[in-house]
């Protein structure tokens, strides 16, 4: 049984920064990929990050891209989101996933399709105020 545990978010101030970490437990192997998600208020979730277990290769979306960053540390099993310089939209609740079995390139090209990954966490708000 795959299951995802993200920590607890919180309030942020524009501009500021905020660390999430995802605990992954069921499957740890390197072919994986292991992705993070948010939606807004009235919008759809979208993917913001991905990274390949195996590779440690990294996938952004544009609109976060120079400002978040995802690692990872396979010791612990856990992914990590670094969110930096952030801004009102970035609000809003985060979710990581996994793709156990994904290949890089399939990461790569379809790290932002929520229909491409099988287990999900149940995710964590963050709040960013002015």
């Known amino acids: 049984q795959v299951q995802l545990k993200e920590s607890e978010g919180g309030s942020v101030q524009v501009g500021g920064s905020l660390k999430l970490s995802c605990a992954v437990s069921?499957?740890?192997?390197?072919?994986?990929?292991l992705g993070w998600f948010r939606q807004a208020p009235g919008k759809e979730r979208e993917g913001v990050a991905a990274i390949y277990v195996g590779s440690g290769n990294t996938y952004y979306t544009d609109s976060v891209k120079e400002r978040f960053t995802i690692s990872q540390d396979r010791a612990k099993d856990t992914v990590y989101l670094h969110l930096n310089s952030v801004k009102p939209e970035d609000t809003g609740m985060y979710y990581c996933?996994?793709?156990?079995?994904?290949?890089?390139?399939?990461?790569?090209?379809?790290?932002?399709?929520?229909?491409?990954?099988?287990?999900w966490g149940q995710g964590t708000q963050v709040t960013v105020v002015s």
């Open positions: 069921g499957y740890t192997y390197s072919r994986n990929c």
């Open positions: 996933a996994s793709r156990p079995g994904s290949t890089d390139g399939g990461c790569k090209k379809r790290f932002n399709r929520e229909n491409e990954y099988r287990y």
